[in-house]
Structure formats: structure tokens, C-alpha cells
């Protein structure tokens, strides 16, 4: 299966610790990649690989893997967290097919 | 530090194609080690992966768009491009080009362009 899958919306009171899911078979496979997107801006990558952060992110990201579930784990939420966040893999068939999830909406209270 | 900027037409006629350019600067695209990709976002959805191409000339394609799709490369500008044909009102979307890191078990995107919306109309 191609397909990615991510709660429409999350919410996590400021300084509070929150995780995003992502859901699908090619995670058993292939590491997810995650980014924040800001309303107007394009896509920031924020962690990748096992769990690795792109220099000038901080370190509340952090990432995870178990199973087909990846997870974006933000520890200590700031205002600044609230934003658009999207997985993305590789499809599980092999080929080069990229694929992103739905994308999960988070809302920082 | 490598950045990416699209460039092209935002407004493109149904039928016709699109047409955008991604220009590379302060990295090489001819340096080698990168996949270049496009990738777009419908209004207020999610993001699509189009299709990416490396420096050689090599390029993989999204099934749901290779027949309508070509990625070229102009190493001596620094630029690849996108061309996507028989557009419709579907395909209006923010077009992003992107850097992606080689990796054997990981797809990361660490660069972007800050995309160019497309609107196909009349």
C-alpha cells in the first residue's frame, strides 16, 4: 500500500509534550520523514531518518518508529509549534514512489 | 546554502501545459548525491510528490501523473524543470521544487522552494 494516514487535528496545551502519528504499511520498511508547514510557507523538514534533526531544529522534535506507526514526538510545545505537519515515506512496493500522509493539524493551547 | 527558486506562468489555460523552471543556487546541481524533485499542493490539501530527476538525466515519475509528466535537467544553468501537459482545473495547486538527501531507507526533502501557485483557467 501506498497510503499514509494521520489524524486530521491535535492539540497540546503550551509546554505540554504531544505526539503525531503516521500510520502505514511501507513504515515497516522505510524510515518517515517529517515536516512543519506554516500557513503560506512551504514545508520545513523536521526530522528524518531514525531520528534526525536538519541543523536549526530544536531539539523538542524528536521522532520514532514501531511496527507501521511513526511518531513525531514534540516535548515541551511552544506557540510557535502551530502548524501543519506532514509524514512522508517511500511506497512499500519497492519502487521510487514518494508518498505523504494527510497531514495533521496542530493546535497549540 | 543551497536554495531553490520556481519559476513559470501562475496562470495556464486548460489544455495546454505547464510549464515551470527550478533554479539552484549556491550548490551544484552537477555535484551529484541529490534527487531533485517537484511536488505540489492543492488548495488547502495535502502535498503530492510529482516526480524527481538526478543530475544524469534520470527520472522517476508518480504512476497517477507519468503520462502527463516530463522532468528535465540544464546542468550548465543550474536548473531543472517541470512539464506537465493537458492540464485541467485539477492541477491548480502551489507547485514546490525540492532538494532530496540520498538515502537507501529514508526519503527526507531538506530543501524547498517557496512554490509558485499555478491556476488553470480560462
Known amino acids: 500500500s501506498s497510503e499514509l494516514t494521520q489524524d486530521p487535528a491535535v492539540s497540546v496545551a503550551l509546554g505540554q509534550t504531544v505526539r503525531i502519528t503516521c500510520q502505514g504499511d511501507?513504515?515497516?520498511?522505510?524510515?518517515a520523514s517529517w515536516y512543519q508547514q506554516k500557513p503560506g510557507q512551504a514545508p520545513v523538514l523536521v526530522i528524518y531518518?531514525?531520528?534526525n534533526r536538519p541543523s536549526g531544529i530544536p531539539d523538542r522534535f524528536s521522532g520514532s518508529s514501531s511496527g507501521n506507526t511513526a511518531s513525531l514526538t514534540i516535548t515541551g510545545a511552544q506557540a510557535e509549534d502551530e502548524a501543519d505537519y506532514y509524514c512522508?515515506?517511500?511506497?512499500?512496493?519497492?519502487?521510487?514512489?514518494?508518498?505523504f500522509g494527510g497531514g495533521t493539524k496542530l493546535t497549540v493551547l | 546554502q543551497v536554495q531553490l527558486q520556481e519559476s513559470g506562468p501562475g496562470l495556464v489555460k486548460p489544455s495546454q501545459t505547464l510549464s515551470l523552471t527550478c533554479t539552484v543556487s549556491?550548490?551544484?546541481?552537477?555535484?551529484?548525491?541529490?534527487?531533485w524533485s517537484w511536488i505540489r499542493q492543492h488548495p488547502g490539501k495535502g502535498l503530492e510528490w510529482i516526480g524527481y530527476?538526478?543530475?544524469?538525466?534520470?527520472?522517476y515519475y508518480n504512476p497517477s501523473l507519468k503520462s502527463r509528466v516530463t522532468i528535465s535537467v540544464d546542468t550548465s544553468k543550474n536548473q531543472f524543470s517541470l512539464k506537465l501537459s493537458s492540464v485541467t482545473a485539477a492541477d491548480t495547486a502551489v507547485y514546490y521544487c525540492?532538494?532530496?538527501?540520498?538515502?537507501?531507507?529514508?526519503?527526507?526533502?531538506?530543501?524547498w522552494g517557496q512554490g509558485t501557485m499555478v491556476t488553470v483557467s480560462s
Open positions: 531518518g531514525k531520528n
Open positions: 530527476i538526478y543530475y544524469s538525466g534520470s527520472t
Open positions: 525540492a532538494r532530496e538527501l540520498p538515502s537507501p531507507n529514508t526519503d527526507a526533502f531538506d530543501i
Open positions: 549556491g550548490g551544484s546541481i552537477s555535484s551529484g548525491g541529490y534527487y
Open positions: 511501507s513504515l515497516r520498511s522505510y524510515y
Open positions: 512522508n515515506s517511500r511506497d512499500s512496493s519497492g519502487n521510487h514512489l514518494k508518498v
